[in-house]
């Protein structure tokens, strides 16, 4: 099917010259570049403008409060004056008890205490590895991205001044995924790899067989695995909920011993405010020695030259209330008395409906299955519409009212699709999104040829 010619409509649901004058304003190209902040200001805009309500799926923040067993830890640490003594840089030994509990009951892997550190933030633990990662070795300064990926991770590659490579994934999922990594990964500059798992944007879960065939390619090129596990628990296909039980979070530490988990409070925990994520480094890689790493630091010991040299001095470590509170939260999880993931299910809730909505609308989910399993509902999915390019769709969309990014911003080569995180819309703004999908559907659906 393809569109053959496309009519400029006019008629759309939002006033058509308010929101044209306003992507003017902006310049259409940040919609191409996934640029979220630009999107969200020029939807801001036309919302106020015209009073109308958009239905926001451009910007991954999380749409929940979080738990109060938090807050309350918080405002108890700063009412004792914590406020006036700098944080520890590598965590408060209460803290780091409960990340390594937390990786036990969770994911059922051993890491010390001594080995979990908290971070401003998974986006700064992730600084501070393709810091480290790619300065440990000469020759090995490239950082491979299994993409679709999450833009800002290539942003900082960049601005280090390491080099950076990627492939789409969605053509070598299972064992295709070894050849292309293979070929990736023998010529001996990458130092490390990174992946989201789920994926930010597709929501894919990478496999079993797909962790053990990166971890043996890893392993016999001496490459990092940094997993990126920002929407832990969330693949709701299968409940990780229970502290202590199987099934366990998928993880690659299940499968190698020179990796770096990132796990970010802001979307499994709802705690993206306060700025706290869980950097993991397995016990082989934190106490290795580099000596290439004496160019650029004092210590040639990974996680000395991560935590006490990169994480110190870029942040000096995670706020103190902060580490409280995330501790509190952290001990309510493990102990059985918090389920975290029941509170971010309705992510799970919403995509189904909304992909719904999307596909009896004339749109595809395109990226849409894990080998041969459909992929779960989440926080993110992706769709396209016959004839339209991904940007022009995220472009005409905000006619009608929606707004997402494309997903060639992403790294992936399906670039006729979009983006479209479910966290910001409301489950009663559904009728809504039908709505003004429905017209949308009206006005292209013509020029579709079966
Ligand atoms: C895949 C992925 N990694 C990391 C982050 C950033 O997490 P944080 O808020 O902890 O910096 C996000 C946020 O959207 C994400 O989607």
Redesign the pocket.
């Known amino acids: 099917m393809n569109i053959m010619g496309k009519e400029i409509r006019k008629d759309t649901p939002i006033n058509f010259e308010i929101v044209k004058k306003n992507i003017g304003i902006y310049d259409a190209k940040n919609i191409s570049l996934g640029n979220t902040r630009i999107v969200s200001k020029i939807v801001d805009n036309i919302e106020s403008e015209t009073g109308e309500k958009f239905i926001r799926m451009e910007?991954?923040?999380p749409g929940i409060s979080p738990s109060e067993i938090g807050i309350n830890a918080e405002i108890n640490a700063l009412k004792n004056n914590v406020a006036g003594i700098y944080p520890p840089v590598d965590g408060h030994s209460f803290l780091k008890k409960e990340m390594s509990r937390f990786v036990k009951l969770f994911l059922n892997i051993e890491v010390k205490p001594e080995n979990c550190f908290p971070?401003?933030?998974?986006?700064?633990?992730?600084y501070a590895s393709f810091m480290v990662a790619g300065r440990r070795i000469k020759e090995k300064n490239t950082i491979l991205f299994i993409d679709p990926?999450?833009p800002?991770?290539k942003k900082i590659v960049r601005m280090l001044g390491l080099q950076q490579e990627s492939f789409d994934v969605n053509n070598y999922r299972g064992k295709e995924l070894k050849d292309k990594l293979t070929e990736k990964l023998n010529k001996g500059n990458i130092a490390a790899l990174l992946y989201?798992n789920p994926?930010?944007?597709t929501w894919i879960c990478f496999t079993d067989e797909e962790l053990k065939i990166i971890s043996d390619i890893a392993r016999e090129n001496n490459i990092i695995v940094i997993e990126?596990l920002?929407?832990l628990g969330m693949d709701f296909r299968k409940d990780y909920s229970h502290p202590g039980q199987p099934p366990y979070q998928p993880t690659i530490a299940n499968y190698m011993d020179n990796y770096i988990l990132?796990i970010?409070?802001?979307?499994a925990f709802s705690y993206?405010g306060q700025?706290?994520?869980m950097l993991i480094i397995s016990e082989n890689l934190s106490k290795s020695h580099f000596k290439d790493l004496l160019d650029y630091y004092t210590s040639d010991i990974f996680s000395n030259a991560l935590i006490y040299e990169t994480i110190f001095l870029t942040t000096a470590g995670v706020a103190q209330s902060v580490q409280y509170g995330f501790s509190e939260i952290l001990r309510a999880a493990n102990d059985g008395k918090y389920n975290f993931v029941d509170d971010v299910r309705v992510y799970g809730e919403k995509a189904e409906i909304m992909k719904k909505i999307f596909t009896d609308n004339g749109f595809k989910i395109v990226y849409d299955m894990d080998g041969d399993v459909p992929i779960a509902d989440g926080?993110?999915f992706t769709v396209s519409f016959p004839g339209f390019h991904g940007d022009e769709l995220s472009e005409k969309l905000l006619y009608y009212g929606i707004s997402s990014i494309p997903l060639s911003s992403t790294g992936s080569l399906r670039t006729e699709g979009i983006r479209a995180c479910v966290s910001l819309v409301q489950k009663v703004q559904m009728p809504q999104l039908e709505k003004r999908l429905n017209v949308f559907y009206g006005h292209y659906k013509e020029n579709i040829i079966e």
């Open positions: 910007m991954g923040v971070t401003v933030g998974s986006i700064n633990g992730s990926g999450f800002p991770h989201s994926n930010n944007p990126d920002a929407y990132l970010s409070g802001s979307k993206a700025r706290i994520g926080f993110y």
